[in-house]
């Protein structure tokens, strides 16, 4: 059993990335192989458009044509037995890379038939960790809600399921003093960061043991 983790931040040991491998420890205890990458450790582009894997018949039917340095991470993801994807929150979306990643992982298997179905094979269980400065009772009004929500409805149609976890109002600097962030009360971020992310961990935790579990049953 293989449980990757895509870490979507440019930050490879803070919020998002504590949470990815708190959950690649927990399908560790359940007997997973573990591998977290990086995506800003890549170079590559989203969906080209070239449709490729749309042609049926055709060489690269139901998978991406496109050859970079991505690509032998979106054969890795979509061939292990848990996905565990991961971005903080940039402008109300993932971030760019994220994006595209997710881009590139998901259209070979979109089907244009009514109903817009799936012809992934595979019997993957996918998770969604968002991190992000906005605290729980902002993210409705901000459109947050609905952009999860999206996402995690995609992943859902191709894969056939996704758990979300949401870490909300993290820490985005440990020394707030070198930065203009007067919107922020630093004080509440700094009591948060050491009294609720380690809850927010332990979610994590219990979302890849979840995942590798139902995963290892199935």
């Given at each position: 059993?293989?449980?990757?983790?895509?870490?979507?931040?440019?930050?490879?040991?803070?919020?998002?990335?504590?949470?990815?491998?708190?959950?690649?420890?927990?399908?560790?205890?359940?007997?997973?192989?573990?591998?977290?990458?990086?995506?800003?450790?890549?170079?590559?582009?989203?969906?080209?458009?070239?449709?490729?894997?749309?042609?049926?018949?055709?060489?690269?039917?139901?998978?991406?044509?496109?050859k970079?340095?991505?690509?032998?991470?979106?054969?890795?993801?979509?061939?292990?037995?848990?996905?565990?994807?991961?971005?903080?929150?940039?402008?109300?979306?993932?971030?760019?890379?994220?994006?595209?990643?997710?881009?590139?992982?998901?259209?070979?298997?979109?089907?244009?038939?009514?109903?817009?179905?799936?012809?992934?094979?595979?019997?993957?269980?996918?998770?969604l960790?968002?991190?992000?400065?906005?605290?729980?009772?902002?993210?409705?009004?901000?459109?947050?809600?609905?952009?999860?929500?999206?996402?995690?409805?995609?992943?859902?149609?191709?894969?056939?399921?996704?758990?979300?976890?949401?870490?909300?109002?993290?820490?985005?600097?440990?020394?707030?003093?070198?930065?203009?962030?007067?919107?922020?009360?630093?004080?509440?971020?700094?009591?948060?960061?050491?009294?609720?992310?380690?809850?927010?961990?332990?979610r994590?935790?219990?979302?890849?043991?979840?995942?590798?579990?139902?995963?290892?049953?199935?």
């Amino acid at each position: 059993m293989r449980a990757i983790a895509v870490n979507g931040s440019p930050r490879k040991s803070w919020n998002t990335a504590s949470l990815l491998e708190q959950a690649l420890a927990g399908a560790a205890q359940c007997g997973a192989e573990t591998e977290l990458a990086h995506l800003y450790d890549y170079k590559y582009k989203g969906c080209r458009s070239c449709f490729s894997c749309k042609e049926t018949g055709g060489k690269s039917y139901g998978r991406c044509a496109v050859k970079d340095e991505v690509s032998p991470l979106i054969e890795k993801a979509s061939e292990a037995d848990v996905l565990i994807l991961g971005s903080p929150v940039y402008f109300a979306c993932e971030t760019g890379e994220m994006r595209s990643f997710l881009e590139r992982l998901l259209f070979p298997f979109l089907t244009y038939t009514p109903g817009y179905g799936s012809i992934f094979s595979g019997k993957l269980r996918v998770g969604l960790v968002y991190t992000m400065n906005t605290g729980e009772k902002d993210m409705s009004a901000r459109g947050y809600d609905r952009i999860f929500s999206t996402t995690q409805a995609f992943l859902t149609r191709i894969f056939g399921n996704c758990e979300v976890l949401l870490s909300t109002d993290t820490c985005q600097f440990s020394d707030y003093s070198k930065y203009l962030t007067t919107c922020f009360d630093v004080q509440a971020k700094k009591k948060r960061r050491e009294e609720v992310f380690p809850e927010d961990c332990k979610r994590a935790f219990d979302l890849g043991a979840k995942l590798a579990s139902e995963a290892k049953g199935s």
